[in-house]
């Protein structure tokens, strides 16, 4: 058996510097070392796949990082990991728990199946992986291959934890209350005449030096990068629902620069937790973009229930402390303007249904698109 902060440090040394997963027990006492840690950053997501996103969102930005969680789980994580890490070549470490184990100790009835399965599900990901270490000298072993791993292929490692790995910890600290802000008025249902590509085009002209963009799956990545290809631009493929979290521990590693999501009605509906986790964390040089047509065009123009939920009022709700309503260009372009870094912000803009006949997919490879985007990071403001 370890101790939490053998591991941690080790790790820590090592360059992991942001940790984010949804807790168990036998992860306890290293996600409670991590949140006392003043030199670590632990963020509690609302799921496993949202967990995977905010460390890929870190790397992205320069920081290694770390997603933890149990491996009942796991199936939640897949979608990331198969349509994001996978596809754009984006290294994390896992550490996933192995309940149910078979030979283990006795478990709950839900991880009857889990336990038996959770090694094969990583090898039919093609995520390498090994056992947590339970000694202090396979700690740092056990890290250098998984960085060998993720430096020379660009892929997740996983570690996989039994029970008994880490000795206890106990959390020294509580989390701060955050009052929420006021809610937002009610402005009533509000036509539209604005379309996706007026929207995009607006965000694109009031891009400033050193911004940042995430564009979530379907055809607002692809519009975005028909209108003009930029290297400052991330196009987001399947990992549906993940941009805001993407773009949360993007914001985190790069606190200089301004992040801007641009999401969609569908994806946030689909990880509408994540809302709850940026909300606490309020990076304040995040600005979420949610474009509204209330429905899952690329897939067939199947209505979502935004119709029935105000949004605006949920990331209040959530504690965004500034929220806005949009429905033309000179308001975006409005939002964007008055957005000074300094304060986490939600605008809501009402598009209608529509895309370019002759809508162009990017040419350049999700992995060249990470790449140059990492690049693009490294450059000075």
């Known amino acids: ?16 510097g942001l940790w984010s997963g949804v807790p168990c027990s036998y992860l ?36 290694r990082a770390i997603a933890m969680f149990q491996n009942s789980g796991l199936g939640n994580a897949v979608n990331p990991l198969t349509s994001l890490n996978a596809v754009f070549r984006i290294p994390i470490l896992i550490i996933t728990t192995l309940r149910g184990e078979p030979g283990g ?5 839900q991880h009857t199946l889990m336990g038996p399965i959770t090694t094969s599900m990583l090898e039919v990901m093609e995520i390498p992986w090994q056992y947590f270490p339970h000694k202090e000298e396979e700690i740092q072993p056990s890290l250098d291959r998984a960085l060998e791993h993720m430096e020379d292929k ?31 008025q009610d402005v009533g249902v509000r036509g539209t005449t604005v ?31 028909a209108l003009e290809d930029r290297s400052e631009q991330l196009y987001m493929v399947g990992s549906m629902g993940c941009a805001m979290s993407l773009g949360l521990g993007l914001a985190i590693a790069q606190p200089k620069r301004r992040v801007i999501v641009l999401d969609g009605d569908g994806a946030v ?5 994540g809302l709850a986790t940026v909300g606490f964390e309020r990076p304040p040089n995040l600005v979420h973009v949610l474009l509204d047509n209330q429905m899952h065009e690329s897939t067939g123009g199947q209505s979502t229930v935004s119709h029935s939920a105000d949004l605006c009022k949920v990331a209040a709700a959530c504690g965004y402390p500034v929220t806005a309503q949009a429905t033309a260009p000179e308001e975006v372009a409005a939002f964007l303007d008055s957005s ?10 009402r598009i209608l249904p529509g895309a370019p006949s002759d809508l162009p ?7 060249e698109v990470a790449t140059r985007f990492r690049k693009r990071i490294k450059e000075e403001i």
């Open 28 to 63: 306890k006492p290293l996600i409670n070392y991590v949140i006392d840690a003043p030199d670590l950053h632990y963020v509690a997501a609302a799921n496993e796949g949202d967990a995977v996103a905010i460390a890929s969102g870190a790397e992205l930005g320069g920081t």
């Open 340 to 349: 000074d870094g300094r304060t986490l912000s939600f605008l809501h803009v």
């Open 154 to 184: 660009g892929l997740p490692y996983a570690l996989v934890m039994k029970k008994g790995s880490v000795a206890e910890w106990k959390l020294r600290s509580s989390p701060q209350p955050r009052p929420l802000p006021p809610s937002p």
């Open 361 to 367: 997919r990017p040419t350049i490879k999700p992995p």
């Open 195 to 225: 379309t996706r590509g007026e929207v995009l085009s607006t965000v694109q002209a009031g891009l400033r030096p050193g911004d940042l963009v995430i564009a979530t799956t379907g055809y607002t990545g692809r519009e975005l990068y």
């Open 1 to 16: 058996m370890i101790s939490a902060q053998q591991f941690a440090e080790a790790a820590k040394a090592r360059g992991f």
């Open 105 to 109: 100790p006795p478990d709950e009835p």
């Open 269 to 273: 509906l689909m990880r509408m937790g």
